[in-house]
């Protein structure tokens, strides 16, 4: 079973630009097909981006897609999302999640494992 722990978030003006981490342990991430995603207050956790665990094949949520990216470094055991162009509706709490399989999901109830989220608030 893998741990997840997020760290990167805190706040950040819009346009500006945020790394999130996401370490894992008593597993190697390369196993996993890795993702993020985000909950704002009284909204729904909604998918953000995922990559498969080769790293060869990376999906992102519409939203997102042209600003952030995903990347992993599986010698470090490493997740990131590097997130530019924010914009105050990217505020929310972030996960990092992983799911055993090959497959890319856009869909939580797919994912096994999951870290106790990073917030990230982008100011107007």
């Known amino acids: 079973q893998v741990q997840l722990v997020e760290s990167g978030g805190g706040l950040v003006q819009a346009g500006g630009s945020l790394r999130l981490s996401c370490a894992a342990s008593k597993r190697s991430v390369s196993t996993y097909t890795m993702g993020w995603f985000r909950q704002a207050p009284g909204k729904e956790r909604e998918f953000v981006a995922a990559i498969r665990r080769s790293g060869g094949t990376t999906v992102y949520a519409d939203s997102v897609k042209g600003r952030f990216t995903i990347s992993r470094d599986n010698a470090k055991n490493t997740v990131y999302l590097q997130m530019n162009s924010l914009k105050p509706e990217d505020t929310a709490v972030y996960y990092c999640?992983?799911?055993?399989?090959?497959?890319?999901?856009?869909?939580?109830?797919?994912?096994?494992?999951w870290g106790q989220g990073t917030q990230v608030t982008v100011s107007s």
């Open positions: 999640t992983a799911r055993s399989g090959s497959a890319v999901s856009t869909t939580s109830h797919e994912y096994n494992y």
